[in-house]
């Protein structure tokens, strides 16, 4: 069966870094896009970055453009976020999900599965 298990995550002080990692199983993983979102308390779950099958193309929220990015190693089935400069408004659980093609891959509705989460809390 499919699983997504996400790693890295932690507590840092803002303007540190963390690496993010998603282990994925049970499937071709070269074959689909994946993606990064995030969900903070009592806020919505939202797009961070999206990533094509090979890794030649990617996508950023505009909040994370130029501090985090998006990377993947098919050999490994591993998808990777590398987040620098972070700030206290980056605290939230972090999920990798495997998106269903030909959906948006900025919206959470267009993946079929979901890691369990990791939480990054960023302190000022």
């Known amino acids: 069966q499919v699983q997504l298990v996400e790693s890295g995550g932690g507590l840092v002080q803002a303007g540190g870094s963390l690496r993010l990692s998603c282990a994925a199983s049970?499937?071709?993983?070269?074959?689909?896009?994946m993606g990064w979102f995030r969900q903070a308390p009592g806020k919505e779950r939202e797009f961070v970055a999206a990533?094509?099958?090979?890794?030649?193309?990617?996508y950023y929220a505009d909040s994370v453009k130029g501090r985090f990015t998006i990377s993947r190693d098919n050999a490994k089935n591993t998808l990777n976020l590398q987040m620098n400069s972070l700030k206290p408004e980056d605290t939230a659980v972090y999920y990798c999900?495997?998106?269903?093609?030909?959906?948006?891959?900025?919206?959470?509705?267009?993946?079929?599965?979901w890691g369990q989460g990791t939480q990054v809390t960023v302190s000022s």
């Open positions: 049970g499937y071709t993983f070269s074959s689909y896009y």
């Open positions: 990533i094509s099958w090979s890794g030649g193309r990617t």
């Open positions: 999900a495997r998106r269903m093609p030909p959906g948006d891959y900025a919206l959470p509705r267009s993946y079929d599965y």
